[in-house]
């Protein structure tokens, strides 16, 4: 049971779309962290957030935690086929848990 | 930034036979580290967390006796898959925090175990 849903399992768009992916849980995080990953590779923080209603930017990614700390949003604007790979939110207990992911493809 | 190196990359196996995955923090030390089992096309699965001079704590439905976990120093913790079967074939990564903070964890480049 994965702690963390994640949503949309799989996306493909087409080059300079803008896209979401979300991530829920029922229980508070003390934080929440997105990561993304290659194939065959671990995973790389992109972010972590911490306070409820946080919002950071990272270059065209904004990232956003909820005011009650349960959940979280990624959002990419004008992707690129660069952007292509394994998009995963962690939440932080005593350990790290992930969501199962969002398999984001963009078209050139 | 924190490093962790993960060997080996890739190993071949054959079945009923034991496989020794290693994960180092190269420039910090680890009291606790993490292993995770990834399937294709799936997620992150915890299997169990490596607790320096303790023994590991296994998430449910993972065989501590089959997984064995030994995290004997500071910065390096070992899983070992015993009696590997082709099910056992999977993406291991290992993740170790540094310090206490929640960007502290640092991410090995993974194992690739195929057991034949």
């Known amino acids: 049971t994965q702690l963390l849903e994640q949503s949309p399992q799989f996306l493909s768009i087409q080059e300079g779309e803008n896209l979401t992916v979300y991530c829920n849980s029922s229980?508070?995080?003390?934080?929440l962290q997105w990561y993304r990953q290659e194939p065959g590779e671990g995973p790389v923080l992109l972010v972590t957030?911490?306070?409820?209603?946080e919002v950071k930017k990272l270059k065209r990614l904004t990232f956003q935690f909820g005011d009650a700390r349960k959940d979280s949003s990624l959002h990419i604007t004008a992707a690129q086929p660069g952007d292509t790979g394994l998009y995963l939110c962690?939440?932080?207990?005593?350990?790290?848990?992930f969501g199962a992911g969002t398999r984001l493809t963009v078209k050139p | 930034g924190a490093v962790v190196s993960q060997h080996p990359s890739r190993v071949i196996c054959k079945s009923g036979t034991s496989v020794k995955i290693e994960c180092r923090s190269l420039?910090?030390?680890?009291?606790?580290m993490f292993w995770y089992r990834q399937f294709p096309k799936q997620s992150l699965m915890l299997m169990a967390t490596?607790?320096?001079?303790?023994?590991?704590?296994?998430e449910q439905g993972v065989e501590k006796d089959k997984f064995l976990i030994n995290h004997a120093s500071l910065t390096l913790s070992t899983l070992t898959v015993t009696s590997a079967h082709p099910e056992d074939s999977s993406f291991y990564i290992c993740?170790?925090?540094?310090?206490?903070?929640?960007?502290?964890?640092?991410f090995g480049s993974g194992t690739r175990l195929t057991v034949v």
């Open positions: 993740s170790a925090q540094e310090g206490r903070g929640p960007s502290g964890y640092t």
């Open positions: 229980s508070v995080f003390s934080s």
């Open positions: 957030v911490v306070t409820g209603g």
């Open positions: 962690a939440g932080s207990f005593n350990d790290m848990r």
């Open positions: 420039d910090f030390q680890a009291t606790t």
């Open positions: 490596s607790n320096e001079g303790s023994k590991a704590t296994y």
